[in-house]
């Protein structure tokens, strides 16, 4: 684990994310009303979890969203945006919106204990605490506190052939996904196509991450999430497991949990995470109970071992 966890600075290319932009004069009234955040209170320079979800409140996706060029970019897992795409156009039609993958544009990750001076070698200024996105000219940069400082570079081709060159000769590439794994210890939970439209927004945490508001009106799926909320029955969450597997392990499998002398189904595998040498780190739904010093097992596979991580 020191391995993945070390402050080592370094950077990847990210693959398995897109980038979706969506412009038109009514694009932050109709997104509004699709998302679980007030579009009218994020700011030009911040950056902002949410969620997309269908008509009974189960996520479609999980969005990183920002304003860009008069309108707004977001960022996804790549597998779940063909599908999250299809389910935001179906109520456009009345709206001067236009919705498009942006395919020109990459995701760089840069992260660990000097990263920050190491970037400011090249670029002029960097987004902080105090504005966690900048845009310089066609180049975005968004800034992240957990687990340790990093930055996202969202470029063009050119400008990423530039920048990786430059970061060469200063940094280590990853050949892994660090920046996927930093993710999931900031308790950002992973949503993979399999999983779209399985959970509520508040069974993977996002309330606990500011991805909701609910003072805003309307937006797709909003009556099924107040109601969970206001009346407090939200019985699942999600938790993080790190142990041993030596089958292979499926999405959706069942969890057991060790307790008063008898093993007991949980809930359900979220994301599986492959770390080294038949060690993994599972994202959980489980039933919502306090699980510390508890022994996990994969149902179909009795000889895996798991703890919270």
């Given at each position: ?17 897109s980038?979706?932009?969506v412009?038109g ?6 997104l509004?009303s ?17 969620a ?8 479609h ?5 920002f ?29 001067n ?12 990750g ?39 400082e990093r ?8 400008d ?12 280590i590439?990853?050949?892994y ?80 949990v ?40 994969i ?11």
């Open positions: 684990m020191n391995i993945m966890y070390n402050n080592l600075c370094c950077f990847e290319i990210l693959k398995h994310w980038i979706t932009r412009t004069i009514d694009s932050t009234k109709y509004n699709q998302i679980t955040v007030n579009l009218f209170n994020l700011k030009d320079n911040n950056h902002i979890l949410c997309h979800c269908s008509a009974n409140g189960k996520v996706s999980i969005l990183r969203l304003h860009y060029d008069n309108g707004y970019m977001y960022i996804q897992r790549h597998c779940t945006t063909e599908l999250q795409i299809f389910e935001l156009k179906k109520y456009s039609i009345f709206s919106i236009q919705i498009n993958t942006i395919s020109e544009y990459f995701l760089l840069v992260m660990g204990m000097h990263a920050k001076n190491i970037l400011l070698l090249y670029f002029n200024n960097l987004p902080n605490h105090n504005s966690p996105l900048i845009i310089l000219k066609d180049i975005i940069i968004l800034w992240f506190p957990e687990p340790i930055f996202l570079v969202i470029c063009k081709k050119n990423l052939f530039l920048i990786k060159n430059f970061l060469l000769k200063k940094l590439p990853m050949v996904d660090k920046w996927l794994f930093l993710d999931i210890t900031a308790g950002i939970p992973i949503l993979e196509e399999k999983m779209s439209k399985k959970f509520f927004p508040q069974n993977m945490n996002l309330e606990l991450l500011h991805a909701i508001d609910f003072n805003k009106g309307c937006y797709c799926g909003q009556e099924m999430i107040a109601k969970i909320h206001f009346k407090k029955t939200n019985y699942k969450k999600l938790f993080c497991l790190i142990g041993i597997s030596y089958d292979t392990i499926d999405l959706f499998s069942t969890i057991e060790f307790q008063n002398f008898q093993w007991k189904k949980i809930g359900k595998i979220f994301f599986i995470f492959y770390v080294q040498h038949n060690i993994f780190i599972l994202q959980c739904i489980l039933k919502n109970s306090d699980f510390m010093n508890c022994i996990f097992r149902h179909h596979n009795k000889k895996s071992k798991f703890f919270i991580f």
